[in-house]
């Protein structure tokens, strides 16, 4: 082989090799490998359980698995911090929600990830409305009972949350109806819900699917749910809204996310898998039997609902006086 001839070839080695090595080349590669969804709470949650729905439906449809990996503490920072500094290359992702992507910037002053800019949104996923409960010894048989039974002895009444979330959207409510509640504060919901059985505390707001068991078991009374339509697994249920609430519109909610920096030639094909399995009547099935309602969007649709639930919150928390940790 003559000089010139060596050179080209070596020139056309290099170029493929820079070639395979280019984000491109690793995004056309993309899945060669399981993923993971990082959850930032533990096992048996609304978050966790909408997860491992996904990653069943994930792994079908992008020929690899798709394996849940819990983070539970702190409401859910650590999960987040973890997802946040994953490497960027498309095999970590992270099941968001209202406290990790909204809520947690209005009630912690520094958090080791910024919701907005250490990741790049793939798409809404999942909601569900809260579920309004009290305990049936309270003599208050719907919302406009219990808020006339709450203004006449002002703080009279007990309510509990199992997390920053919940809290607030309580005090959404207290600010909309002029209610002065005492909150008391629980390191998850199932002993919230215990206590709640028990009458410790009266009044307890908390994901629709992890209380209506209860309410069908007759240990719990419901009033009313905080979306703004009815669920149809409990259409005897009045909204907040059509009870002249529409500010206590409240969603707990899921999104994927993944680390800022995955290129977009990953982000593309997530994004197409998220939308077809969400698209699949068995996923939506499973979903419904939980009471959660399967929503995609785009990227854009998720960065801008995120950003927009960012500021109400941290407007209902000053309101509230709760001050950032």
């Known amino acids: 082989m003559t000089l010139p001839s060596r050179r080209i070839a070596l020139g056309a080695a ?49 020929g690899q698995p798709v394996i849940v990996e819990n983070r539970a503490g702190a409401s ?56 309004v409960a009290v305990n049936p010894a309270v003599p208050a048989k719907s919302i406009d009972e219990l808020v006339k039974l709450g203004k006449a002895k002002p703080n009279s009444l007990n309510f509990g949350s199992a997390g920053a979330s919940l809290r607030l959207a309580t005090e959404a409510f207290n600010q909309a109806t002029g209610l002065k509640m005492t909150h008391v504060p629980y390191k998850g919901s199932g002993p919230a819900m215990t206590d709640l059985i028990a009458g410790h505390i009266e009044v307890l707001f908390d994901a629709f699917s992890s209380l209506y068991p209860f309410v069908q078991e007759g240990k719990v009374r419901a009033l009313a749910i905080t979306s703004a339509k009815r669920s149809p697994l409990a259409p005897e249920l009045p909204t907040l809204t059509e009870l002249g609430f529409p500010k206590v519109d409240v969603t707990s909610w899921q999104a994927i996310v993944v680390p800022a920096g995955v290129p977009p030639a990953v982000r593309a094909p997530l ?39 960012m500021k109400r919150w941290k407007a209902i928390a000053q309101v509230a006086g709760v001050k950032p940790e």
């Not at 949104?121 to 909601?127: E, G, K, N, Q, T």
């Not at 939308?275 to 969007?297: F, T, Y």
Request: net charge negative; with cysteine.
């Open 76 to 131: 859910g920072i650590p999960g987040a911090e973890a997802a946040a500094k994953a490497d960027p290359d498309g095999y970590t992702l992270m099941m968001g929600n209202i406290s990790t992507l909204a809520i947690n910037a209005a009630v912690f002053e520094k958090l080791p990830y910024d919701p907005q800019k250490s990741f790049a949104p793939i798409s809404m996923v999942a909601r569900q409305p809260l579920l």
């Open 271 to 309: 994004v197409d898998a998220v939308h077809k399995v969400l698209a699949k009547p068995a996923i939506q099935a499973q979903l419904a039997k939980q009471g959660v309602e399967p929503v995609s969007s785009t990227p854009q649709e998720l960065a801008t609902y995120t950003e927009a639930e």
């Open 14 to 62: 290099a170029a493929l090799i820079a070639a395979l090595c280019s984000p491109v080349a690793q995004a056309q590669a993309w899945p060669s490998k399981p993923l993971r969804i990082i959850v930032p709470f533990a096992p048996g949650g609304v978050t966790d359980m909408v997860s491992r729905i996904m990653a069943q439906g994930l792994t079908a449809e992008l």
